[in-house]
């Protein structure tokens, strides 16, 4: 028997948290490319919170997943065999091939990696859609000013240790939100925060007001929820929020809401949501900013990797309950 591709399918629509339930591993033919196309043998897959609320039949920015559908991603990979002159042999790309061992690649649809750039995982992360997710929504959304305070929620994670380490670059306050005093000190000592803040510790509200003393000018949310709802708490006049996610929301039956319209409104708040998906356009200037940023030092990132694709639903599920450590990531071992 030849090789085969390993494949993560949804099983089912997920009943409130996801479990590994809800996915089936398959072993499937091996993809044959035709004309202008390309087989590529994954190497690292994303993880990422919107494949959550694609598992959900409802109404969306694009058509939910049906059982028996291939778990969408990110994944980086190379190059094995070609029948397109413009993506040869050995070729590194990153696309979005989703839970996947190998899959077809046309070139219009990746993006060729240069070695040279970082290691081939970053384009899943820092130089990849939670890097670029990050530039657009607090430069493009948020607007902020020197001197001004940001805000971040999941501040340890692939979009939000970005947003908070740009924030430091354009001369701002940046305060974290993070779960746990580990990953609030990473955040601080390895990211250059200027302060976390745990949002399980019981005196959460306290210690958000001793952070942030000025209120709030940016908000860049991620999570939603009361820790969303706690923030506009401390929200300043005429502040700007850039919202991302809405990841405490993401496994519930009934919707918490949102609580703080009172502060939107008597502040004067502008709050913008945006999808990274519909902003091809820019992802050539915030990468060159991120990869000039990387280089020179001013930009850290952690990665947690999982090893093998049959551990991919383990993985997911951790990662949606604030069990990874960084971006979520996993290495393809078939």
């Known amino acids: 028997m030849g090789e085969r591709n390993l494949r993560v399918l949804m099983k089912r629509h997920p009943a409130g948290m996801v479990t590994e339930d809800d996915f089936t591993i398959e072993s499937a033919p091996m993809p044959v490319p035709g004309a202008g196309e390309a087989l590529v043998r994954n190497l690292f897959l994303s993880l990422d919170p919107y494949m959550r609320p694609r598992m959900d039949p409802v109404r969306s920015y694009v058509a939910p997943l049906v059982p028996g559908e291939l778990m969408p991603g990110g994944t980086v990979g190379e190059v094995v065999e070609s029948r397109a002159d413009d993506l040869p042999k050995g070729t590194l790309i990153a696309g979005a091939l989703g839970w996947q061992s190998h899959g077809i690649a046309k070139r219009a649809a990746v993006r060729v990696l240069d070695p040279a750039a970082g290691p081939p995982s970053s384009a899943l992360g820092v130089l990849g859609m939670p890097g670029v997710t990050a530039h657009y929504g607090l430069l493009q959304l948020g607007k902020p000013q020197p001197g001004q305070t940001v805000v971040v929620s999941a501040a340890s994670g692939a979009v939000g240790g970005v947003v908070g380490q740009i924030s430091r670059i354009k001369g701002c306050r940046a305060v974290g939100i993070a779960g746990g005093e580990r990953k609030c000190r990473y955040v601080v000592e390895e990211l250059g925060f200027d302060a976390c803040v745990d949002y ?70 502008s709050m913008l949501a945006f999808i990274i998906a519909d902003q091809r356009a820019y992802w050539p200037t915030a990468l060159g900013d991120l990869s000039a940023w990387l280089k020179g030092g001013q930009l850290r990132y952690r990665e947690d990797v999982a090893d093998g694709l049959e551990n991919a639903p383990a993985a997911f599920i951790r990662m949606l309950t604030g069990g990874n450590f960084g971006k979520q990531i996993v290495r393809i071992t078939n």
């Open 200 to 269: 399980r510790a019981d005196d959460f509200a306290a210690r958000l007001a001793a952070a942030t003393p000025d209120g709030v000018d940016v908000l860049f949310e991620n999570v939603g929820g009361p820790v969303m709802d706690a923030v506009l708490g401390r929200i300043n006049d005429f502040a700007r929020i850039a919202l991302c996610g809405n990841i405490s929301d993401y496994n519930r039956t009934e919707p918490y809401g949102l609580k703080g319209m009172r502060e939107l409104l008597m502040h004067r708040v």
